[in-house]
């Protein structure tokens, strides 16, 4: 049983790994403009945390963006945690960078870029404007007049347009602490008749830069539509049908990455309608238009939305959810046990606090647990001592009934009733980590909070162990095949994971028969290579946790001598039964 539930949930965590590394995606990724065709986009390169991944396409996003920042029509934005500017010629909200968040682990990197100017290779912007029919209104090459010199948490900016033909158009932008845009667009009739417009807010990016989209971490379009959060639209299913809309009320859409997001907020109490729209070239677009309302002559008409241009940290949405919008830490794709692994993450939070590194704050969340644990472990233990004990009544009812099984298992189930022991007694202490171990990994996988958290010789906790086989042949300039990485990226952690399983196997009071017992031997071994590739932060809290079983068997040995006896006597009897076969 045991087997079994440690293969089945191996094989539910590990085949996307399995994937990468049997199947590895080409080197390089296309720097063709256009992919319009399935073939082409599939031949994209994705990082797991998003960003452009060919080193040309890099170098060349870092000259154009560089060129386009340099023009004199930008108004900067400089806010407690976002930086960037906004794009005077078209209104176009296509600079921002995160303050608190690097795009590398190296000391001198820079932060996270999140929006870049149209036209660059990691294209990715907001835009607020107004469609009208038989009217002049704001287009991508209208240049906005601002009433300020720099948008900050404290100094809100309007840009203003006049048509010319009685419309003046205005949008008053304001930023809060955190990553929250608010747009106040306003039209201002003086041409003497009603016009009717359509409001509208739209992000635009590209899929070169979006991050994996795994079955256990959604990457791409999403939204809050109705009562329902959607994770079920990805960029091929917008790429095939062209123009996808959702059903229900729009509470919030846009695109999400593993760590990052962009959403816009409508109105409270509005009904816009939403479509996400493949462009070609796997460049999206997410619409949120308004309903048509007539703006009377003389008479000024508002609507306020929002966009959200950040960090997915589970705090700051949850906080803005509990502002008032729809379901929003639901951003972050925690999945059905959601109401499990963000108390692991609240409790990493509380102990990183309280220690200042992640990596300390996942070695005590091990110690608590299997302190929580003992109790359980304790009656575990004599369960299995009790199961050795009565070994040799089984073995008398093997034999005895060995031609006929169903009366042989019947036999032995009143054996343990009659003994009063629990057979599964010992398997319980692992069930029991099962969820936090699946809760941590999510975590792991998730939390933006555990990225490019640094422990000893580990420079991101999210990440695999830098320290294994691939990075030292790396030094002297040999280069390891993906296929080979489920051997060669084997690192420290894993050793260190295998070998310390192997202690704890070793020292349990095994029950089992001669097969299943080859199997134990093994499955440590098979174990380092296979959790190899996860997170290291995952690695460590599985090693502290055997560390923790072997000196908990050590005292409770302590507690049996009797068990250390037998166990001893039984090595004897095994290696004299192998001198004797030999």
Not at 224 to 253: C, K, L, Q
Not at 389 to 410: G, S
Not at 472 to 480: D, F, K, T
Not at 530 to 553: E, K, R
Request: with cysteine; aromatic share 10%; charged share 20%.
């Amino acid at each position: 049983m045991i087997l079994a539930i440690t293969l089945s949930f191996l094989l539910l965590i590990g085949w996307d790994y399995g994937m990468q590394y049997f199947y590895p995606q080409p080197d390089q990724a296309l720097v063709e403009d256009k992919a319009d065709t399935p073939a082409e986009q599939a031949a994209t390169q994705h990082a797991r945390t998003g960003g452009l991944v060919d080193p040309a396409m890099q170098e060349q996003e870092e000259v154009d963006v560089a060129k386009a920042l340099a023009s004199a029509e930008r108004l900067p934005i400089d806010a407690p945690r976002v930086a960037g500017s906004i794009n005077l010629r078209g209104g176009q909200i296509d600079d921002i960078v995160l303050k608190d968040h690097t795009e590398t682990t190296k000391k001198d990197s820079g932060p996270v870029r999140l929006f870049s100017p149209n036209g660059t290779p990691a294209q990715y912007f907001a835009q607020f404007g107004w469609v009208g029919s038989n009217l002049k209104v704001p287009s991508a090459q209208t240049l906005w007049q601002a009433d300020g010199a720099r948008l900050t948490a404290d100094t809100p900016v309007t840009l203003t347009w006049n048509n010319g033909e009685g419309l003046t158009f205005a949008v008053r932008y304001s930023i809060d602490d955190n990553y929250m845009i608010t747009a106040e667009q306003s039209v201002s009739n003086t041409s003497g008749n009603p016009v009717v417009v359509q409001p509208f807010g739209l992000i635009n990016r590209t899929g070169k830069t979006a991050s994996q989209d795994i079955w256990n971490a959604h990457s791409g379009p999403m939204g809050v539509f109705g009562e329902t959060a959607d994770y079920d639209v990805n960029y091929d299913d917008v790429d095939e049908a062209g123009v996808v809309t959702p059903e229900g009320r729009t509470r919030w859409a846009g695109f999400t990455d593993i760590y990052w997001l962009s959403a816009i907020v409508p109105q409270d109490g509005s009904a816009p309608g939403t479509t996400f729209r493949a462009l070609g070239g796997e460049t999206y677009r997410t619409d949120v238009i308004y309903e048509p309302v007539t703006v009377p002559a003389g008479r000024k008409y508002t609507t306020s939305s929002r966009l959200y241009a950040g960090a997915k940290e589970s705090v700051v949405l949850d906080n803005y959810q509990d502002a008032g919008i729809e379901k929003f830490g639901f951003a972050i794709d925690w999945g059905w046990f959601r109401w499990f692994e963000k108390p692991i993450l609240w409790l990493l939070r509380t102990l990183f606090d309280a220690v200042g590194n992640f990596g300390v704050a996942i070695i005590i969340l091990t110690v608590i647990v299997r302190g929580l644990m003992f109790p359980i472990a304790q009656k575990g233990f004599a369960s299995m001592a009790a199961m050795k004990a009565i070994q040799p009544k089984m073995k008398e009812i093997q034999e005895k009934y060995k031609d006929d099984k169903p009366k042989q298992q019947q036999e032995i189930m009143e054996l343990y009733k009659r003994e009063k022991v629990n057979p599964l007694a010992g398997c319980l202490p692992m069930l029991l980590q099962i969820p936090v171990f699946f809760a941590l990994y999510k975590v792991l996988i998730l939390a933006v909070e555990m990225r490019h958290e640094k422990f000893a010789w580990i420079d991101d906790l999210s990440a695999p162990d830098p320290a294994n086989l691939a990075a030292a042949l790396g030094l002297v300039g040999i280069q390891v095949p993906g296929w080979l990485m489920i051997i060669f990226g084997l690192g420290v952690l894993g050793v260190l994971l295998g070998f310390t399983m192997w202690l704890t196997f070793k020292l349990n009071p095994s029950a089992m028969d001669p097969m299943q017992q080859k199997i134990f031997d093994i499955m440590p071994w098979v174990l380092m290579f296979v959790m190899a590739p996860f997170a290291a932060g995952l690695l460590l809290y599985w090693v502290t946790s055997n560390i923790l079983t072997l000196a908990q068997q050590k005292y409770l040995y302590s507690k049996h001598p009797q068990m250390r006896a037998m166990i001893e006597e039984e090595k004897k009897r095994k290696a004299a039964e192998a001198a004797k076969a030999g």
